[in-house]
Every structure is written in C-alpha cells, then in structure tokens.
C-alpha cells in the first residue's frame, strides 16, 4: 500500500484516458532487499510498486502538466546492505537515468541512497525508513513514516504510564540505524520520566545468539524488555529469552 501511495505522491497524477496515446515515459526506480535479512520487505515492495504501475498504465498513463506518460519501474536489489544501497542508487541514476527513486526501506540502507540521491538532485521516498538522518537536511529526499524519535518517545510513555515499570531494560542492533535510533530515545525519555534502564544490551547485525546479553537483562532484574528490532530478529530474541527464564 505504502508503494501505490508512494507513486501518487511523486508524480501528482491525474489519470488519462485509457483511449488516449501514452507519449513518453516517467521512469520510476526501486531500491528493494529482495535478498539479504528482510527478504520479506524486498518482495512485498516488489509487488506493490508491480501492481501500482499496472493499474496506473491500464488506465492510460498519466498526465503530468501538458504530457501524457507511461510509468516504467526498474528494479534493484539492495541486498539488505549499506554500500548495495547507495551502488543501487547511483546505477539507476547514472545508468537507467530514472526520474524518481522509491526505497530504500531500512534506515540503515536509506540513509547512503539519500545522500546519493540528493546530491544528483533526484527525488527519493522511503517508504519505511524511520531515522530523521534520512531525511535532515535534505531537499530531495522524504519518507513515508513517523520518525524514530516519535517511536521511542511513544514506546517509553507506554511502558512507564500503561504498564506501570520503573525498570526497564533493551536489546538492539548497534550497527543499525533504525534499530539503535528507537533504543536511544526509549532510554531517554523513559530515565528523563523517573524511570532505570537497567540493562542496555547490544548486537550487530546479523548475530542469532543472545544468550549472554539475554543473561545479563534477566539477571538485571527489568520489569519489562524492550525489543526495537526487526521482524526477522524478535522471534529468536523472543524464544531465547524465554528458555532462559526471562518471562
């Protein structure tokens, strides 16, 4: 959904004609990690943006000022990683000569394609990049999403105010940006609230054993853990957590 969004919003629309000719094309790059750790995320933004250019050139193209245009995507995979990120970037502006960018989706891969894209004078959306560093600063670069700050903020008022903890522990990925950004600021607002953070436990991406920092939080004695992380890491922190005794 956030991809057919997206299209709209880069290109200010309005429908042609399916009658009337397409005379030219907008050129529509998509940065995805089709492979890597969120295989998960790189398929489903491949298919959105797949089933928005469909449905925007069944219907005639579009009308950009005094132009009718036919929405063509190309398609890179960004491998879940930072320097695939900003190659993919510079391949679709210098070689495919796109217009616009969509992606990419992790802050940790968004931010290298931003400065890429903003220093060629391209405009880039991402979709799920939360870190303000994607962004700050920049005149061609957006997001879809609310930012980190907010996040955190949010997440720390919810465990002090809803769930009544005074002490609070974190696990997250120190080497990526979205998931260190949200840990930083919960730590924050929630010790600025009267609260501890009594472990603050970290892990570089791509590691499966957490025991030791799982270890130390249950020993720490957290009322609550706080899991800033991604859909493919929580499951295993998560069941690790339990069959040590962390409930």
């Known amino acids: 959904l956030a991809l057919i969004v997206t299209i709209g919003l880069l290109i200010a629309p309005a429908a042609c004609s399916p009658t009337e000719p397409v005379e030219s094309e907008l050129r529509v790059g998509v940065i995805a990690p089709i492979t890597g750790s969120i295989p998960g995320v790189g398929l489903s933004t491949v298919n959105a943006a797949q089933l928005a250019t469909q449905q925007i050139n069944d219907a005639g193209g579009l009308e950009v000022g005094d132009q009718r245009m036919k929405v063509v995507l190309f398609i890179e995979d960004n491998e879940d990683q930072a320097q695939a990120a900003a190659s993919a970037a510079q391949k679709l502006i210098n070689q495919s000569n796109v217009d616009v960018i969509i992606g990419p989706q992790a802050s940790r891969n968004a931010i290298p394609a931003s400065t890429i894209c903003e220093e060629a004078g391209i405009p880039m959306i991402s979709p799920w990049s939360t870190n303000p560093e994607t962004t700050a600063g920049k005149r061609y670069v957006f997001r879809v999403a609310f930012i980190d700050p907010f996040q955190g903020r949010i997440m720390a008022k919810f465990a002090m105010e809803e769930l009544q903890a005074t002490k609070a522990a974190v696990l ?76």
């Open 172 to 247: 997250y990925d120190v080497a990526s940006a979205y998931n260190k950004g949200i840990a930083d600021i919960f730590k924050q607002v929630f010790e600025e609230a009267g609260g501890t953070v009594v472990a603050f436990e970290s892990y570089t991406t791509g590691e499966e054993d957490f025991t030791a920092q799982l270890t130390a939080i249950r020993d720490s004695e957290a009322e609550i853990l706080f899991l800033p992380n991604y859909y493919n890491e929580v499951p295993l922190q998560v069941q690790q957590a339990l069959e040590i005794g962390i409930e």
